[in-house]
């Protein structure tokens, strides 16, 4: 079945480390992107990709990273400076450009402050 | 900035009754889109409406589309506990720009 997987489904962060989030996707969409959801919020986007080694920033990507070396991938590192990390995150990917087609969901991945 | 507002942000309602969720936006796009989350879940696509006049049924949701308003509803006829979830939209501006999502509790 073709979806999106996001892992891990649960990710612990120490003071001052950097961590990474993979999301795979095998739906042979262009576009990926990357959201933080906080409780009671809607999503805010950090950082997009329409195609291979490219990439931009969302709203609020101080303190994140990507990659896009696959289509398949696009990981995201949350960096020691991002101060308040503890959120839901949700990758996304649609088709290309995202005009007029849904993007589809991972399961997220919930990350925590030790 | 682009706004999207969703109201309310709760709704409890009883099964069997109808109800709407509003979404206005402060942009001209055409494009908006309803998400559903069950809690600790992802987001679920429900409807996809790109132009003016849409209109999208699916069982017991029904979303529309009224560019000129810059106004999207979804109306829940007859609800059913299975409903209970939170529902977002988001405007299609290049990206998604999402509304705080409304959480609604079916009750028998």
């Known amino acids: 079945d073709g979806g999106i997987t996001q892992s891990p489904k649960y990710l612990f962060r120490k003071e001052g480390q950097n961590v990474t989030l993979s999301c795979e996707q095998n739906?042979?969409?262009?576009?990926m992107y990357w959201y933080r959801q906080d409780p009671g919020q809607g999503l805010r986007l950090i950082y997009y990709?329409?195609?291979?080694?490219?990439?931009q920033k969302g709203d609020i990507a101080e303190g994140y990273s990507v990659s896009r070396e696959k289509k398949e991938s696009f990981p995201l590192t949350v960096t020691s400076a991002q101060k308040n990390p503890t959120a839901f995150y949700l990758c996304?990917?649609?088709?290309?450009?995202?005009?007029?087609?849904?993007?589809?969901f991972g399961d997220g991945t919930r990350l925590s402050i030790l | 900035e682009l706004k999207v507002e969703q109201n309310p942000l709760f709704l409890s309602m009883q099964e069997g009754k109808n109800y709407t969720i509003y979404c206005n936006y402060s942009t001209t796009s055409d494009r908006l889109y309803w998400y559903r989350q069950d809690p600790g879940k992802s987001l679920e696509s429900l409807f996809v409406l790109l132009s003016n006049g849409a209109v999208k049924q699916e069982g017991r949701l029904m979303a529309s589309l009224d560019t000129k308003a810059r106004l999207s509803t979804l109306h829940i006829t007859a609800a059913v506990h299975d409903l209970s979830a939170t529902y977002f939209c988001?405007?299609?501006?290049?990206?998604?720009?999402f509304g705080k999502g409304t959480k609604l509790s079916v009750k028998p």
């Open positions: 988001a405007v299609d501006e290049g990206n998604l720009i």
């Open positions: 990709s329409q195609i291979v080694n490219d990439f």
């Open positions: 996304a990917s649609s088709a290309l450009g995202g005009l007029n087609q849904p993007q589809h």
């Open positions: 739906l042979n969409h262009d576009a």
